[in-house]
């Protein structure tokens, strides 16, 4: 089955600062990739996703990209701010097989 | 519109013991899912349902047994609680694969 690694597991950044997480997957089947955060104590909430024929996504302050070659993608997240501290999970997944794999996890802290 | 509610929220059992945690969307979504939240290993799939009467194992589904017999409401039960079940059980929903999933507010369960 599919293997997802993310690093760092923690990141400390100033406010302000751009924010990086990184996810590598093993099955080069796999054509749809989400991100979640979970804030301390709440469900896992989708903030951005990005499918296999898309290089790069972007929404507001945050983007994607995936590199299918390498098979790894990446979570920007740009001019952090507090509010931005969570848990963040990448996940990826063959669409319609049900068994989306998560990452470990990455604790962003954003330091005003 | 409640999206996806768990239910209970909180439960300690001793070993041996048995439970069933109850999902309810409210949502018309097709396929459910059952994960459990673990430090430092993400979220893993347990079991997962893509429509009334249907059920398949995911990731880690031994020790688990679910149901899905009305469409809004995925069960999973407990049959003999051990202390390596301590874990979050979060349920989640989604109308089509590759949208995101939307998760329940989670079951926090601990085994004595």
């Known amino acids: 089955g599919e293997n997802v690694e993310q690093h760092p597991s923690t990141l400390s950044v100033q406010e302000g600062d751009s924010a990086v997480i990184k996810c590598t997957y093993s099955?080069?089947?796999?054509?749809?990739f989400p991100w979640y955060k979970q804030e301390l104590g709440k469900r896992p909430q989708l903030i951005i996703d990005?499918?296999?024929?898309?290089g790069e996504k972007k929404d507001q302050r945050i983007a994607v990209t995936l590199n299918k070659t390498a098979k790894h993608f990446s979570l920007h997240i740009t001019e952090t701010q507090p509010e931005d501290s969570a848990v963040y999970f990448c996940?990826?997944?063959?669409?319609?097989?049900?068994?989306?794999?998560f990452g470990a996890g990455t604790r962003l802290t954003v330091k005003p | 519109n409640a999206g996806v509610t768990q239910t209970p929220k909180f439960r300690v059992l001793k070993t041996g013991q048995s439970m069933t945690l109850l999902c309810a969307q409210d949502?018309?979504?097709?396929?459910m899912y059952w994960y459990r939240q673990d430090p430092g290993m993400g979220l893993r799939l347990i079991h997962y349902?893509?429509?009334?009467?249907?059920?398949a194992k995911g990731e880690v589904p031994d020790g688990y047994n679910v149901s899905r017999l009305k469409k809004q409401n995925f069960l999973l039960g407990l049959e003999s609680a051990a202390p390596s079940q301590t874990s979050v059980y979060f349920c989640?929903?989604?109308?089509?694969?590759?949208?995101?999933?939307?998760f329940g507010s989670g079951t926090r369960l601990t085994v004595v």
């Open positions: 349902s893509v429509g009334e009467g249907t059920t």
């Open positions: 989640a929903s989604v109308l089509n694969p590759g949208a995101g999933y939307t």
């Open positions: 099955d080069s089947a796999s054509n749809y």
């Open positions: 990005i499918r296999s024929n898309v």
């Open positions: 996940a990826a997944t063959i669409l319609y097989n049900n068994d989306m794999r």
């Open positions: 949502m018309n979504h097709e396929y």
